[in-house]
């Protein structure tokens, strides 16, 4: 059976207040909040978090996330990242997204289930150092115990559409218990047969694109330095297309 086009979710990464307020003019169902995206995500300042929090009806998860790298913390990192937790639902966001490995592959389940309990009644997703772990199928089980709500995951491959047979299996063992949330490489020319082959009703994708700098004037050191002329931005037109492929 074909799925409804109101059925699905889009989420969209987004890394500062513009692009939020551009993903949510597009239509964004519910935005990832980030900063850094080029090093996977970073949480993003407590402004911008509780800016963007006060100015658009709509769900912000923020990543709670304190460098990139790997997803093995010192105890003061997650020292760190549980302040930022509790910090985001004071603010009132709708949830965090977290994610934490054991040296030897495994989910770290104490600290998932610890993020989970402090923020409840906050919505928990496990992003994608789920797919560094070592056993996805156990690792689902243990997230579903830890009581998170959602996984992102590009089915342990670079990009979802490459990891799609894992995603499949993987959502048919969630069997509902858990939303699995295909992520990575999803665009538009893809994400309807992503839909159909592994049944999945959430996606996830950051739709960037560079955007030219509004400023008049440059010092002729810099006339041709990238990050002076332009910028990642997020155009509306793109989570619209985004959206209506699904229809």
Known sequence: MPHI??????????????STKNAVAGGA???????NLGEGGTTQSYGVIKTCREKFDVSIYPIIRVRGGDFLYTDEEFDCMLADAINCKNLDCDGVVVGFLKANGEIDTERTARIVESVYPLGVTFHRAFDRCKDPREALEQIIGAGCERILTSGQQLTAPEGAPLIRELNEQAAGRIIIMPGSGVRTNNIKALADSTGCTQFHSSLREMVASKMKFNTPAFANDGESIRYSGIDPAAVAAFKKALA
């Open 5 to 18: 086009y109101n059925e699905f979710t889009i989420e969209i990464a987004t890394t500062d207040f513009e």
């Open 29 to 35: 169902d519910r935005i990832e909040l980030c900063a």
